[in-house]
C-alpha cells in the first residue's frame, strides 16, 4: 500500500528525490525544481535524461565550463599524491599559484582561503590591520565603507553591513564598524568619508542585486577619491573577476588598481571551493604567522586546480570570448522589445533581464525556461540572471535567445 501510495503522490523520479532531500536537508535555499545528475561542458542533465543548457554556471564557479578535462585531470593526478597537509608545512603547489595569481592580478602578495566569503573576511582583517598599522587609526574606530546593495556573503561580519533584510533578520547582534552609502554615487560616499575610514569595500558590479553597473568613471572616480583620502580600495570580484566581464577583472574596465582584490568562484576551476586576497605589499605584508589562517586553505589540490584553472582561461581566450559573445547577447537581449522587460543590464558574459512585477515574476520567467530546456536563476524578484560558462559558443547562445523570447511571448500572450 505505501508503494502505491508514493506512487500516487509522486510522479516522477524528479518529485521523490526532491522530497527526500526535503527531509534532511535545512531549508535555506530555494532552487528550482529541476534534480541534476550530470554535466558537461555547458549542459546538464536531470535524473529523467532531459537536457539543459546552463546560463548560471553555479554563478561563475563554473566559468570554464562543467568538469573542464584539463582541470579534471589536474585534480585526479594531484589528488594521487598529495591533497592535504595544512600550511604547517610547506607544499610544491602553494608557491606557483600563488606566483601565478600575482601575476595575472598585477598585485603583489596572496593568501589563499576556501570560500568567497573567508576571503571577504580576510580583506576585513586585513583593511583593518593596515588602519591601525599604517594610517595609526585609533584603536577599535576604523571604519570600512560599503555599497548598498551589496552581497559580500553570509557569515555574521559580511551581513552585519548588508542591506537585505532577509540576510539579517534574527542574526544579530552585529558587527559594528561599517558604514552602507548608494552604490555609485561618489559624492555621497566622499562625505561618508572620516579620519577613520580605513577602507572601501565595492563589487565593480553588484551581481546579487540584479547585474548593476555604475556609471561610465565611477571606479577611477572611486580610485582617486581613496587616493585624496589615504583610504584602500578593496574590489570584491569573487563573482566578476576572472573574465565574467569581458576583462580578466572588471576594474579593467577603468584601467585603475586596487589595494587588494577578493577572488573566488571561478578560481576552483568548477571542481573545489577555492579563494584568496590578492593586494600589495603595503597591505598584505603585514599579516604575521598567528593573525590569519585555514587548515583546507591554500592545500596542494586546490592550488593545482587553481593554477590550471588560470592558465587553461588565458591558453583559451575565455577573456576575449566573454566579451564578444557578451556583447552580441546583450544585443539581442535588449533588442526584444518586450513591456514585460524594464531594463537589460550587464558587461561581458554576466547579464541581468529585470522584469516588470506588475506582468510577471523573475522566477516564473525561470521556471518557464526551464521547462523548455535553459537553467538561470531570479534575484530579487524581477531580474533574471545569465552567466554563462565562457566556454558557450555563439550556436548556444542562440539555442538560450530562442527560449527566451518563447517565453517572453507566451507570458505576453497570457497577459
Known amino acids: 500500500m505505501l508503494n502505491n501510495l508514493i506512487k500516487k503522490i509522486f510522479k516522477t523520479p524528479t518529485e521523490k528525490a526532491i522530497h527526500h532531500e526535503s527531509q534532511f536537508v535545512a531549508y535555506n535555499y530555494k532552487p528550482l525544481p529541476v534534480?541534476?545528475?550530470?554535466?558537461?561542458?555547458?549542459?546538464?542533465?536531470?535524473?529523467?535524461?532531459?537536457?539543459?543548457l546552463d546560463m548560471m554556471s553555479a554563478y561563475s564557479a563554473v566559468s570554464f565550463g562543467h568538469s573542464n578535462p584539463r582541470i579534471v585531470n589536474v585534480l585526479i593526478e594531484q589528488a594521487k599524491k598529495l591533497a592535504m597537509t595544512s600550511r604547517a608545512y610547506h607544499t610544491d603547489k602553494l608557491g606557483p599559484f600563488m606566483e601565478k595569481l600575482c601575476?595575472?592580478?598585477?598585485?603583489?602578495?596572496?593568501?589563499?582561503?576556501?570560500?568567497?566569503?573567508?576571503?571577504?573576511?580576510?580583506?576585513?582583517?586585513?583593511?583593518?590591520?593596515?588602519?591601525y598599522m599604517v594610517k595609526k587609526i585609533p584603536e577599535n574606530q576604523a571604519e570600512i565603507i560599503v555599497a548598498e546593495g551589496n552581497f559580500h556573503g553570509r557569515t555574521t561580519t559580511i551581513i552585519s553591513f548588508s542591506t537585505e533584510p532577509d540576510y539579517r533578520k534574527n542574526f544579530g547582534p552585529f558587527t559594528p564598524g561599517f558604514k552602507a552609502v548608494p552604490f555609485g554615487d561618489i559624492d555621497v560616499i566622499a562625505k561618508?568619508?572620516?579620519?577613520?575610514?580605513?577602507?572601501?569595500?565595492?563589487?565593480?558590479?553588484?551581481?546579487?542585486?540584479?547585474?548593476?553597473?555604475?556609471?561610465?568613471?565611477?571606479?577611477?572616480?572611486?580610485?582617486?577619491?581613496?587616493?585624496?583620502?589615504?583610504?584602500?580600495?578593496?574590489?570584491?570580484?569573487?563573482?566578476?573577476?576572472?573574465?565574467?566581464?569581458?576583462?580578466?577583472?572588471?576594474?579593467?574596465?577603468?584601467?585603475?588598481?586596487?589595494?587588494?582584490?577578493i577572488l573566488g568562484k571561478a578560481l576552483g576551476g568548477g571542481l573545489l571551493p577555492v579563494?584568496?586576497?590578492?593586494?600589495?605589499?603595503?597591505?598584505?605584508?603585514?599579516?604575521?604567522?598567528?593573525?590569519?589562517g585555514s587548515?583546507?586553505?591554500?592545500?596542494?589540490?586546490?592550488?593545482?586546480?587553481?593554477?590550471?584553472?588560470l592558465t587553461v582561461m588565458e591558453e583559451e581566450d575565455m577573456v576575449k570570448n566573454s566579451a564578444t559573445l557578451g556583447e552580441y547577447m546583450l544585443t539581442q537581449l535588449r533588442g526584444m522589445n518586450s513591456r514585460l522587460i524594464r531594463e537589460v543590464r550587464g558587461k561581458g558574459l554576466w547579464i541581468g533581464v529585470d522584469f516588470d512585477p506588475k506582468y510577471v515574476s523573475a522566477r516564473t520567467v525561470c521556471e518557464k525556461m526551464m521547462e523548455k530546456g535553459v537553467l538561470s536563476k531570479e534575484t530579487h524578484e524581477t531580474v533574471v540572471r545569465f552567466a554563462p560558462p565562457l566556454t558557450i559558443t555563439r550556436a548556444q547562445i542562440d539555442e538560450a535567445l530562442t527560449v527566451v523570447r518563447e517565453v517572453v511571448r507566451e507570458l505576453e500572450a497570457a497577459l
Open 35 to 52: 534534480l541534476l545528475t550530470r554535466a558537461e561542458g555547458v549542459y546538464a542533465w536531470d535524473m529523467e535524461g532531459k537536457k539543459y
Open 103 to 131: 601575476q595575472v592580478t598585477g598585485l603583489d602578495l596572496a593568501l589563499p582561503m576556501n570560500t568567497g566569503a573567508e576571503a571577504v573576511e580576510t580583506a576585513i582583517k586585513a583593511a583593518r590591520q593596515w588602519g
Open 192 to 261: 561618508a568619508i572620516t579620519p577613520n575610514t580605513c577602507a572601501v569595500l565595492f563589487e565593480p558590479i553588484q551581481g546579487e542585486a540584479g547585474i548593476k553597473v555604475p556609471y561610465d568613471g565611477f571606479l577611477r572616480d572611486l580610485r582617486k577619491l581613496c587616493d585624496d583620502n589615504n583610504v584602500l580600495l578593496i574590489m570584491d570580484e569573487v563573482q566578476s573577476g576572472l573574465g565574467r566581464t569581458g576583462k580578466m577583472f572588471a576594474f579593467q574596465h577603468e584601467n585603475i588598481m586596487p589595494d587588494a582584490l
Open 275 to 292: 579563494s584568496a586576497l590578492v593586494g600589495t605589499k603595503e597591505v598584505m605584508g603585514l599579516f604575521v604567522p598567528g593573525s590569519h
Open 295 to 309: 587548515t583546507f586553505g591554500g592545500n596542494p589540490l586546490a592550488c593545482a586546480v587553481g593554477l590550471e584553472a
